[in-house]
């Protein structure tokens, strides 16, 4: 896939296109020194990173219009910025991107700056981050469902929502959240693969 082809996809500005070429490049010099993706995903990077972070885009904007407001979006594992940074170069809303490791932070920090990626960056483990009241929470290539919404429930705001991209045991994931939670759940196709799923939580949270 190319970055016109992406566009097809996913309506995105010629500018967030040559911002995304930028984040490629810088991800294609860091990718050998620490480990952000497997080296066999970088020959298709445009469908298996930025196009499966870019699908969450319609989502956030369906959930939250533009006349509501900027929505405070939180991921949860940043790792190489996926969904995340993305999202934060599309201009999905205000974005906080938590990441543990300090070298992945680093190169969070650099693409940043590199990109003028509006971004406050949390280099601390999920579970020391102070509540950020936020309206969506992101993960991708993380932990199971059940220990993801653990996580994300300290950052939750009352109607905040759940974007987790899931492989192919999605549907036995949600089968182990409460019942409650199942309802509020589902399962959405993944625009970058076939066998992927996007798991949506909805509120309301207490």
């Known amino acids: 896939m190319t970055s016109a082809e992406l566009a097809e996809r996913i309506p ?3 500018e967030t296109r ?3 070429e930028i984040y490629a490049a810088s991800l294609q010099r860091w990718a050998p020194a620490i480990n952000l ?4 995903s970088l020959v298709d990077l445009w469908r298996r990173h930025f196009l499966d972070s870019l699908q969450l885009l319609p989502l956030i904007r369906a959930a939250f219009p533009r006349t509501g407001g900027v929505p405070r979006i939180v991921d949860l594992g940043s790792g190489a910025g996926f969904p995340g940074l993305v999202l934060a170069i599309a201009g999905a809303g205000e974005v906080h991107l938590v990441e543990a490791d300090r070298k992945k932070a680093t190169f969070l920090r650099e693409v940043a700056r590199q ?4 971004v406050t960056l949390h ?23 059940e220990q993801l919404l653990a996580w994300a429930g300290p950052q939750l705001s009352t109607h905040a929502i759940c974007l987790f991209h899931k492989g192919r045991g999605a549907q036995a994931e949600l089968t182990r959240l409460p019942l409650a939670v199942q309802d509020r759940s589902e399962l959405l196709p993944s625009l970058s693969d076939p066998e992927a799923r996007i798991l949506r939580i909805r509120g309301p949270w207490t």
Request: glycine residues 2%; hydrophobic residues 50%.
């Open 12 to 14: 995105v500005s010629r």
């Open 18 to 20: 040559e911002r995304l």
């Open 37 to 40: 993706v497997a080296r066999s």
């Open 115 to 118: 990109t003028g990626a509006a």
């Open 123 to 145: 280099n601390e483990r999920i579970e020391t981050l102070p509540p950020l009241a936020a309206d969506v929470v992101t993960a991708r290539a993380l932990a199971s469902a």
